[in-house]
């Protein structure tokens, strides 16, 4: 049950960071989306090696990671390296093109495709209350996406991005640093190659606010980051499910409050379906919770 209650507190976390950083993206405007991903992927790299070595741990994480090797289970991390640079790619270039909505779509999407995986891959049992939590929500982004009049085609990537990158962490055995030091590694070369021949300004011709704030995209993007690997190793895939919609609620509502992106009032059916499926899960798990807790006794 602690590991549990570790993996909700690191989850919750870790959305409401995502769900915040639309607001971080806004203020990169003159800063292409693959030039963010990039910078974000070389100073991610950068602090994670910063605590590493403050860790004492290179040793221990070369170690790891030639028992990946050796097993074959390295192309884990690879792949899910590619689907978090997609994801974020993808999500920046949305924001920054005035599609903040659209992206928070996806994010209400992907609960449901963990869902999904949760129940045909995982095999995780769908108690009576996670299947009415699950009615409820479906309902909810059916409403959503026929209000938004349909599903972008950058939406399904968030969505199904997200979703690969989540499978892929609960096949990886690795401590939340090294698993993440190991992906920014995978993509580094990757950065360093399109700044090379790409003809996209230098860090330093920016002015000094957003040199600093591409700098500090390595340890924005890291934290959330090491929080999610914590709760996709200590939480069911049904449970992280369910959470994960506190990230695409508080990007619709900075989309709608900060960006002043138009919200048609209509759409409060929606979240009604959303959060009640959500408190339906809730109740369902508080209650077997207990149960467990009484039957220990």
């Known amino acids: 049950m602690q590991n549990r209650t570790k993996g909700i507190i690191t989850g919750v976390s870790s959305y ?37 070595s ?15 090797w050796q097993s074959g289970k390295i192309i884990w991390v690879i792949l899910s390296s590619l689907f978090i640079a997609i ?4 999500y920046i270039y949305m924001v920054g093109h005035g599609q903040a909505t659209e992206a928070s779509l996806g994010y209400y999407i992907m609960p449901l495709l963990n869902v999904v995986v949760a129940v045909f891959f995982f095999r ?18 059916v409403l959503l996406t026929i209000q938004t009049g349909s599903i972008p085609f950058n ?35 990757l950065a ?7 003809k996209t300004p230098s860090l330093f011709s920016y002015d000094g606010l957003t040199i600093s704030l591409l700098v500090l995209s390595g340890v924005i993007t890291a934290v959330p980051l090491l929080l999610f690997t914590v709760a996709a190793k200590s939480l069911d895939f049904l449970t992280l499910s369910f959470i994960q919609y506190i990230n695409p609620t508080i990007q619709l509502l900075i989309a709608v409050f900060f960006f002043r992106e ?3 009032p209509h759409k409060l059916i929606v979240f009604v379906f959303i959060w009640i499926g959500i408190a339906i899960f809730t109740i369902g798990s508080i209650h077997s919770y207990r149960q467990a807790i009484f039957y220990k006794k």
């Open 262 to 264: 138009a919200f048609d």
């Open 16 to 52: 409401i960071l995502w769900g915040v950083l639309g607001l971080y993206w806004s203020l990169l405007k003159e800063v292409t989306a693959l030039d963010i991903l990039g910078y974000r992927f070389i100073f991610s790299l950068v602090f994670m090696a910063v605590i590493l």
């Open 124 to 141: 995780e049992p769908l108690t009576k209350t996670s299947v009415l939590a699950v009615l409820f929500a479906t309902i909810g982004v």
């Open 192 to 198: 360093v190659g399109y700044f090379f021949f790409s």
């Open 54 to 68: 403050f860790q004492k741990q290179w040793t221990s994480f070369f170690v790891s990671v030639k028992t990946l």
């Open 87 to 90: 994801n974020w790619g993808t």
């Open 155 to 189: 939406t399904m990537i968030v969505a199904f991005a997200f979703c690969f990158y989540g499978v892929l962490k609960k096949q990886i055995a690795l401590p939340a640093s090294f698993s993440l030091t190991l992906e920014t590694m995978v993509c580094f070369p």
